[in-house]
Structure formats: C-alpha cells, structure tokens
C-alpha cells in the first residue's frame, strides 16, 4: 500500500479539491512528523545526506508512517530523478525499462532514485536483477516494505542496502499531524478533549488514517462539539494491524510466549486475546501453549501440558466464542506455573551426544542374547538385574563403551523438579559409592 502522502511520479492534477493528505504532504524533510531515529542531525539519514553520500536503502515499517515521502524528498535534498514503482504492479519488463532509463540519465549526468514500495513482494530472482545497477551506480535504491526484511528479502540486497525502521506515529506525532491539519482547514475539529484524544486511538498510529478521518469529522455540519460516544457513533473505529501470515503474527506470538515465560499472567492475557481479536485461529495458539508448557515449564508442573490440552480438547468440544475462555484459562496457568527448560536443554544435548556419536553401539551387557552366539560373544554377560540390587538400583553403566559419562538433565530447584532433583542426587550417591561396572 501507499504511505503517508505518497504520490504518482507523475506532476499532481492542479484541478479539483485535493485530498487534506496531499495538501498536507511535507516539502522538506524537516517538515515530517516523527521518525527522529532516522532524521535527526546525528541519525543515519541525517548523517548521510551532512556528508553527501546517500546509500542505498530500506525503510522498514508499518503502513502511514512516511516512507514514500521520505523517499522522494530524499530524491529533492539529493538531486537525483525519482521513479517510483509498486512491485505489486511491476513485472520484469516494467522493470528492464525502469533499468534502461536510468542508463541513459546517467549516461547524460543525472542520476536516479529508484522508490520500490512493497519491494517485499518481488520474488528472488526479481530482487536479484536489481543487485548489478545498484553496483555500478545506475540506480540509488530505496525500497518500502511493511514486512520483516531479515525473512522476505535476499541476503544479497541486503548486504548494499541499509535497512531503516520507522515506527508507527506516537500520540504526540498525530496531535501535531492533527494541529497542522487544523491551521490548512482554518477550523477547529467539533470534539471535546476526550473524543480527540479517541480520534487519535482510531487512526493506530498511522498519519494518513488520521488525516482520513480528519477530513471526515470536518465535513460535518454539527453544532457545539461532540463528545466521545458521539464520535464513536459516526466512526468505526479501525481494525488492528495483523497479518496471521505476516511479521505482525511472529510478533505477537513472541509477545505471548515471552509474557508466559516471564510469569506476567496480565500481560500472557493482553497479547492472547490481541491475536484471537486481529483474527488468529484459537487452535493455534492451543498447539504453540502446548508448546510453551513442554519447553518452559516441563517438569517443574507435569500438570501444565495437561491443562493444555485438556484446554485445546475443550475448544474443540465447544468452539468460539466459548472454547476460547478454556484456552485463556490455560495461558493464565502458564504463566503462573513454577518455570524450567531443564528437560528441554538435556533433550538439546542429548541429540547433540547423539549425533557426536554416531553408531556407537549399547555395551553388551545390557543387550539380550537369545541365541548361543551371542551369548558366546558377551550378549548380557555380567548384567545386573536392578530389581535384585540393594534400593533397586545396580548402578551400572549403560552408555556405550568409550563414551564418557554426561550430565543431560539437571532439574532447577522449582516446582516438582526440586523433587526430581533430591531424587538424581540420590542416585548418583549411590552411583559413586558402587563405583563403575
């Protein structure tokens, strides 16, 4: 999608009204809103242009945040043509006669900043033919994604790009937004404190939503000032950003996960109900809680995996809305549960050994000889029958020969760990005091 104040490469029409995000677009850097982390004096971008040599680029970041705008004021501070192209609708011969032209204005002095928005979108191949104009300074590339670029783009592009993140607009960023929008409409919005306070939540941090619905409270023709319930009644309040396939999900869901982790049940809840309310399919999060019992609590509370599923097999039963509290109730249990990643750091280093030691096979003593030969060749000669030994415990050794004894699995001093760890103490006393064999 299009940013803040994006516009065609083309001159704007001059007739007609235009929109207040196209008057309102910054004609200087100086004049956008927010994003001090990349623009100020001693910030990358700020820096950059101080010293005169602009890289190539990657603006990071959500939708009506300023990316387009950035880009083509970037193209003003720096002299170069712009060109702007959507990689949505942009395919390879689009593009080798983006590539041809920018040839020829290098070839006649003029370089050119090539603006891919949603650069995301074009497959590796795609991203790989930008790679050769980028090296021989055909094309100063600044491309826009909405999306993770450490997962969707190549390594390649990468490595001659820096990568930007701009953050979604702030409470304070829309106000400002929202006061120049005043001064270019010579009005004052009709609400009250509150409702423009509410006004600002409904557009979620991004500019060009806000100015959206600037344009739409100011078209009305109301006497005195509305209030909140007023406004919410004329306004529906916009959709939460999420994608369940996109960076927003793996954000949330590592939201989730760390909340639970960190035993905060407040904050497990927040985040659980923030992804069933953008959209996510309960049995998801039912499979990644599970999850979470197994490689954060495991042993410490042998219930938690229990509830878990007992939770997943209740949504089933019931479905949504219902089946959903079940699964609420679970991660409220997670995070309050005793916590450890014993069993999942010895079952690590377990499959590490396992790997290290290839085709080791068991030592005979603890294999079964069904039939002469093996008997012949030490097929369970000298095994010790536990349940014959003192406490039930022989002590023998059943790693392979010539495999040192490791330590896999050490229980934390939580939960019910703190008794299996009186109980491997025990056991490796009795251990060192019969000794090998």
Not at 133 to 153: C, K, R
Not at 185 to 196: C, K, Q
Not at 230 to 239: D, E, I, Q, S, V
Request: net charge negative; hydrophobic share 40%; charged share 25%.
């Amino acid at each position: 999608m299009a940013d803040l104040f994006d516009t065609e490469a083309a001159e704007p029409v001059k007739s007609g009204p235009r929109p207040l995000a196209d008057r309102l677009r910054p004609q200087r850097l100086d004049q956008v809103i927010g994003q001090e982390q990349v623009l100020g004096p001693d910030a990358p971008l700020g820096v950059m242009l101080s010293s005169g040599s602009l890289s190539s680029l990657v603006l990071w970041g959500p939708p009506g945040v300023g990316k387009t705008t950035i880009a083509r004021l970037l193209a003003d501070e720096t002299d170069l043509h712009f060109v702007q192209i959507s990689a949505i609708f942009t395919g390879v011969p689009e593009l080798r006669k983006v590539f041809e032209a920018a040839k020829m204005r290098r070839a006649n002095g003029q370089g050119t900043l090539l603006f891919v928005d949603e650069i995301h979108r074009f497959n590796k191949a795609q991203q790989d033919g930008f790679l050769p104009h980028m090296e021989d300074g055909t094309i100063l590339l600044v491309g826009a994604t909405t999306e993770n670029p450490s997962f969707e783009l190549n390594a390649a592009l990468l490595s001659r790009a820096q990568v930007l993140v701009l953050k979604r607009l702030d409470l304070a960023d829309l106000e400002r937004l929202a006061q120049r929008a005043e001064q270019d409409l010579d009005r004052a919005l009709p609400l009250t404190g509150p409702a423009r306070e509410a006004l600002l939540e409904m557009a979620d941090g991004d500019g060009r939503a806000l100015l959206n619905l600037i344009e739409q409270v100011a078209a009305w023709k109301v006497e005195g000032k509305l209030d909140t319930d007023a406004l919410a009644t004329r306004l529906m309040k916009r959709a939460a950003k999420y994608d369940k396939s996109g960076d927003e999900h793996y954000n949330l869901i590592s939201a989730l996960h760390k909340s639970v982790r960190g035993s905060d049940p407040d904050a497990a809840l927040y985040w659980f109900a923030r992804m069933l309310t953008g959209g996510e399919d309960p049995r998801y999060l039912a499979r990644r809680l599970t999850r979470m019992a197994v490689e954060d609590i495991g042993l410490a509370d042998p219930q938690a995996q229990a509830v878990c599923l007992q939770a997943w097999e209740t949504y089933e039963r019931l479905g949504s809305p219902e089946g959903e509290l079940a699964l609420g109730q679970a991660v409220t249990y997670l995070a309050l549960a005793p916590k450890s990643n014993a069993g999942y750091v010895g079952f690590k280093a377990a499959m590490a050994l396992a790997r290290q030691t290839g085709s080791e096979p068991p030592p005979k003593h603890i294999l079964n000889a069904p039939t002469k030969l093996m008997k012949e060749q030490g097929y369970g000669a000298d095994y010790a029958y536990d349940h014959d030994a003192e406490d039930g415990f022989s002590g023998q050794n059943y790693f392979p020969d010539g495999v040192k004894r490791p330590v896999l699995y050490q229980p934390v001093e939580r939960g019910f760990e703190r008794e299996l760890k009186r109980r491997l103490d025990y056991f490796a006393k009795l251990r060192a005091k019969r000794g090998p064999g």
